[in-house]
C-alpha cells in the first residue's frame, strides 16, 4: 500500500515540474511546446521574424495596391421627365402635364476598371444603360469624360474609351485558371450616393464555385449569365462593373450582381469570368462593334414523345434538331442533319432548347462550338464556328 502511494507521488510531483518547465520557456522564448518535440509560434508581437510587420508585404494589400488605382466611379448624365399636376383641369380632363427634360448628373453609378495605358475601361451595360453622356472619376478625384464604343447586352459587358493617356491599369488574367477556394479581391464604389468617394474599397473572399448558370427573373433584360464566378466577397449595389482580382492583382472577373433577400450582401456574388469579357474588348478592338450573328438551325425539347419517336431511351437530355436554315451555311458545313440530338455543347451540357439559345447568345462571330450529338445511337463530335450575320 506503501509503496503504491509512494509511486503516485512521484508521478504526481514529475507532472508538475514537467509543467513549470513548459511555463517558464513559453515565457521565455514566446513558444509552445509539444511533447512529440514540435513548435508552434504564440500570436504575438516576438514571432516578427514569422509575420513581417510591413502591411506592404501582405499579398493582399498587395494585389489590392496594384488594382484599386485602375478603379474608376462611373458616372454620368441621364435625362428625366417629370411630371406635374394642374388643379385647374382636375376633373376634367387628364391633369398630369410633362415638364421638359431636366439633364441631371448622376457621379455615382456604379463602377469600372481601366485595362490599358491608352483609356480603355469596362463596365456592366447596366451600369450605364441610361446614360446620355458617360463619365469616369478616378480615385484621385479627376474627373474624365468617355465615350462608349459599343456593348454586348446579352453579356452585359460595355467598352468605354475614357479621355486620358497612360493612366493607372490593371492587367486581365486568366479566368479558365481559377480554382475553388483561390483568395479573390471585390474592387469598387459602393453605395456611392450615401459614400461620395471615388476611392475604391476592397473587400475579400474566395472563389465559392465556378460555371454557375443563372436565369434573371427579368427576361426583358436579355441578360445571359453563363460560366460566372461565385465568390462570397461582399459585393453591394455600386460594386457592379468593378474588378474581382486574384492575388496577383490581375483582373479575373467583373463583378456583376449579387442573390440576396435584403438588398445586401450575403456572400452569394457573381462576377463575369473575364475571359468571356476579353471577347467583347477583342471583338469591339477588332471590328469597331459586336457583330450580329444568328444560329443558322433551330430545335427543339427531347420530350418523351420526341424520345420515342426518335427511339431513344426515354431519360436522355438534349436538344433536337428540326430544321438546318442554310443548306450552305455553317451547319451543314459542321455535319449537322435533323434528328440530331445536342447533348453538350463545349462544355455545356445542353437539357433543353433554352440551354443550347443562352450558350450561343452569350458568344461572338468567330468562336468555335464543339458539340456532342447522338446520331443513330452513337456519340459524334461536330465543331461548329459562328459567322455574321449579313441580310
Known sequence: MVSRR??????????????????????????????????????????????SSDPSDNPIVKAANAASPAVVAMGG????????????????????????????????????????????????VHVIAEVDSPFVTLSDGRRLSAQLLDKD?????????????NPPFAAMGDSDSLQPGEWVLAIGNPFGEAIPDPRPTVTLGVVSALHRNYKAADVERERIYLDMIQTDAAINPGNSGGPLVNIRGEIVGINTFIVSRTGGSVGIGF??????????????????????????FDVLDLTAQVARQLRVPLHTKGAVVRVIYDRKGPAARAGFEVGDIITQADQLRITSRTDLLNYFLSLHVGARIEFKILRDGKERTLRYTIEEYKK
Open 6 to 51: 509512494l509511486v503516485a507521488l512521484l508521478i504526481g510531483l514529475n507532472l508538475i515540474l514537467v509543467g513549470v518547465i513548459v511555463f517558464q520557456q513559453v515565457r521565455s522564448t514566446g513558444r509552445t511546446v509539444d511533447l512529440t518535440g514540435s513548435l508552434a509560434y504564440a500570436a504575438d508581437a516576438r514571432t516578427s521574424h514569422v509575420l
Open 77 to 124: 448624365t441621364v435625362s428625366r421627365v417629370t411630371y406635374y399636376m394642374d388643379p385647374f383641369f382636375e376633373g376634367f380632363f387628364w391633369p398630369y402635364f410633362a415638364r421638359p427634360a431636366e439633364r441631371i448628373e448622376i457621379p455615382f453609378l456604379g463602377s469600372g476598371v481601366l485595362i490599358d495605358n491608352v483609356g480603355h475601361l469596362v463596365t456592366n
Open 153 to 165: 447586352n446579352r453579356v452585359d459587358v460595355a467598352l468605354l474609351k475614357a479621355d486620358i493617356q
Open 271 to 296: 462576377a463575369i469570368p473575364i475571359n468571356r469579357v476579353k471577347a467583347v474588348v477583342d471583338e469591339v478592338l477588332q471590328h469597331g462593334r459586336v457583330r450580329n450573328y444568328a444560329m443558322d
